[in-house]
């Protein structure tokens, strides 16, 4: 890991909501709108590209836990930005915060949690379950 991943950072990500992330993908008795499951993957999304520039050569980082709050509703078509903030470095324990707005409404926010791992090592694990 590097040396110059410090507590304090901060990343900001911005994307336009499409008909991929709707709700309806998932279910399709609920309405329309931007989903959970895409509000979670750019939650992540922002923490992961903001240590990304840091690791080592062969290190990658994968989510341990969130606790998250999804507050409010986002048409399709709406832009959705989202901004981490590095709060905590415990070794390879990494912890954000992190809030998420659309044009109109702060939409989420969470408390994101990765660890960084070698990914040779992790793959090579991940194969032999795959293989059980």
């Known amino acids: 890991m590097s040396e ?5 950072m901060t990343h900001e990500i911005e994307r336009e909501t499409t008909e991929e992330m709707s709700a309806q993908k ?4 609920v309405p329309n709108v931007y989903a959970t499951r895409a509000m979670v993957g750019h939650i992540e999304e922002v923490c992961a590209d903001m240590v990304l520039a840091h690791l ?7 989510g341990t836990g969130m606790k ?15 901004s981490a903030k590095l709060t905590a470095v415990d070794g390879p324990k990494l912890a954000f915060e992190v809030e998420g707005f659309d044009d109109v409404d702060k939409i ?6 990765r ?6 090592k992790f793959n090579s694990r991940l194969a032999k379950k ?3």
Request: charged residues 20%; proline residues 4%; without cysteine.
């Open 4 to 8: 110059e991943l410090k507590v304090g």
């Open 26 to 29: 998932v279910y399709p008795h």
């Open 56 to 62: 080592a050569e062969g290190q990658q980082t994968v």
């Open 68 to 82: 998250f709050k999804h507050m409010a509703a986002t048409p399709l078509g709406m832009k959705v930005r989202f």
């Open 108 to 113: 989420g926010e969470a408390t994101h949690h």
């Open 115 to 120: 660890f960084i791992i070698d990914a040779e």
């Open 130 to 132: 795959a293989g059980r």
